[in-house]
T-cell receptor, first 112, second 114 residues
Framework: AQRVTQPEKLLSVFKGAPVELKCNYSYSGSPELFWYVQYSRQRLQLLLRHISRESIKGFTADLNKGETSFHLKKPFAQEEDSAMYYCALLYFQGGSQGNLIFGKGTKLSVKP | DAGITQSPRHKVTETGTPVTLRCHQTENHRYMYWYRQDPGHGLRLIHYSYGVKDTDKGEVSDGYSVSRSKTEDFLLTLESATSSQTSVYFC?????????????FGQGTRLTVV
């Protein structure tokens, strides 16, 4: 069965320090992975997706199929990065467009 | 925000009462989803819809039902609310474009069952 694992519930770093939020997945098909972010009392929004190979707000994430990982990284954390981060996997069942399954989330706290 | 609105935004209800949450979208998307968000559990899929009157169960569907009588509205009903259903509920739509599939979320409904 498909699964997304985010091992850290909380990650606390100081401003300017590097950040890595871990995500591992389990899926028998070809994975399509995403990182979503939720700032305080706001809706979830897409941060980045692996197929775009883009950098958003200084964040990058590389899909490593050998390690089944999709870790989110930023070299220098900013206070405004403090938020809840969710890793998500798009899986397909039947003829659907695909459903997203989310990890449990990691709360990032960037201290001044 | 892909034109998604949820109502109500906050609700307090008593155990055993029925509750209906509404998700409304303005962009005619086919796929709609209901998730619940709980600390330590992340987001879990309750039900989803792939068209008018076409719905299916997600990971945590027990105690919930849904209806979609028209494209723009996806209703989530708790037939008899329980305290374990206290949560934040998010509606989402998905659309596929040149960059692939992306989900857009509503602002959430905070439901408290007392």
């Amino acid at each position: 069965a498909q699964r997304v694992t985010q091992p850290e519930k909380l990650l606390s770093v100081f401003k300017g320090a590097p950040v890595e939020l871990k995500c591992n997945y389990s899926y028998s098909g070809s994975p399509e992975l995403f990182w979503y972010v939720q700032y305080s009392r706001q809706r979830l929004q897409l941060l980045l997706r692996h197929i775009s190979r883009e950098s958003i707000k200084g964040f990058t994430a590389d899909l490593n199929k050998g390690e089944t990982s999709f870790h989110l990284k930023k070299p220098f954390a900013q206070e405004e990065d403090s938020a809840m981060y969710y890793c998500a996997l798009l899986y397909f069942q039947g003829g659907s467009q695909g459903n997203l399954i989310f990890g449990k989330g990691t709360k990032l706290s960037v201290k001044p | 925000d892909a034109g998604i609105t949820q109502s109500p935004r906050h609700k307090v209800t008593e155990t055993g009462t029925p509750v209906t949450l509404r998700c409304h979208q303005t962009e005619n998307h086919r796929y709609m989803y209901w998730y619940r968000q709980d600390p330590g559990h992340g987001l879990r899929l309750i039900h989803y819809s792939y068209g008018v009157k076409d719905t299916d169960k997600g990971e945590v569907s027990d105690g919930y039902s849904v209806s979609r009588s028209k494209t723009e509205d996806f209703l989530l009903t708790l037939e008899s609310a329980t305290s374990s259903q206290t949560s934040v509920y998010f509606c989402a739509i998905s659309k596929t474009g040149q960059k692939g599939t992306e989900a857009f979320f509503g602002q959430g409904t905070r439901l408290t069952v007392v």
